[in-house]
């Protein structure tokens, strides 16, 4: 998720997030030579996307907090797999 955290989402988180998207799409942790292209288009084009639909959303919550968030991600994570 990366909306609504203060601060804001980072260009490169953006672009992490796209690229893990188009990976899971793909199928593919590394394009071939041959697809190489398509696949950095595609990281191009969602990053811009995501960009745009961040920018463009409003919400009346407050900003979440990224170490608040982070905890929460870890305890249920813990209590997923059974670990600390």
Do not use: C, W
């Amino acid at each position: 998720m990366l909306h609504n955290f203060d601060p804001p989402a980072t260009e490169e988180e953006i672009h992490a997030s796209a690229l893990q998207y188009v990976r899971k799409i793909s199928g593919a942790a590394k394009p071939s030579a041959a697809n190489a292209e398509a696949f950095e288009a595609a990281v191009a084009a969602i990053t811009e996307a995501t960009s745009t639909l961040l920018n463009s959303l409003v919400t009346k919550a407050p900003p979440r907090d990224r170490e608040i968030e982070a905890a929460k991600a870890k305890a249920r994570a813990a209590e997923r797999y059974g670990t600390e």
